[in-house]
């Protein structure tokens, strides 16, 4: 089956700009988790979707915010974009209940000009 | 979430076995163990968990020390497609959030 899709693979935007990311998850998974790379801090969790419900949050600023759709597609937002939103981010679904893994996208590579 | 110790570099001959160790000594009762890969550019591989028991796939073992304070990851036949950098988390049971390190960076030599 289909593997987890993030759109674009890479983006180009300029300070003060939004963003929106989008993820389509792999089918039947009902959790959708965002993360953000980058060289200086690694993988850190952003937050997760359930059913549409934001379930857990990391610690970003608000301008990171993020919703799930009935059919499970996630999208998350970056209003006014500084040069260190500048990152890999990555989409994990998984089905969402205790201990089951989360497969990964390859990400959209993200630079903030 | 407990945190977890990797050393920072490992390399390995291709063709003899990887043998990566993570220490989590404050784990809880309830904490999984997981272990994830990333491949340059590539988003992150699940590899194989276990709570307490060993645990084998097709890809990896992973041995859990009896007082659960340390693992070590064990590829069995490394090849030059194994380097990467490996993840080892700790993750409480319900949590879907994964808290990563900095990981063991291996590189598989010829």
């Known amino acids: 089956k289909a593997g987890v899709t993030q759109t674009p693979r890479y983006l180009i935007k300029t300070r003060g700009q939004q963003v929106t990311l989008s993820c389509s998850p792999i089918s039947g998974h009902r959790s959708v988790s965002w993360y953000q790379q980058t060289p200086g801090q690694g993988l850190q969790f952003l937050f997760e979707?359930?059913?549409?419900?934001?379930?857990n949050k990391g610690n970003f600023p608000g301008r990171f915010s993020g919703r799930q759709f009935s059919n499970s597609r996630s999208e998350m937002n970056v209003s006014t974009l500084e040069l260190g939103d500048s990152a890999l981010y990555l989409c994990?679904?998984?089905?969402?209940?205790?201990?089951?893994?989360?497969?990964f996208g390859q990400g959209t590579r993200l630079t903030v000009v | 979430d407990a945190k977890t110790t990797q050393p920072p570099s490992m390399d390995c001959a291709e063709g003899r076995a990887a043998n990566l160790p993570c220490n989590h000594s404050?784990?809880?009762?309830?904490?999984?163990v997981y272990w994830y890969r990333q491949i340059h550019s590539q988003g992150p591989q699940y590899i194989i968990h276990g709570l307490k028991n060993n645990e084998t796939n097709e890809m990896a073992s992973l041995i859990i020390t009896e007082d659960r304070k340390s693992s070590t990851l064990i590829l069995p036949h490394a090849t030059l497609r194994d380097t990467a950098v490996y993840y080892c988390i700790v993750r409480a049971s319900g949590a879907n959030n994964l808290f990563f390190g900095t990981g063991t960076r291996l590189t598989v030599i010829p």
């Open positions: 994990a679904s998984s089905v969402g209940t205790a201990n089951t893994e989360a497969f």
């Open positions: 979707y359930f059913s549409e419900t934001q379930r």
């Open positions: 404050t784990i809880s009762g309830n904490e999984y």
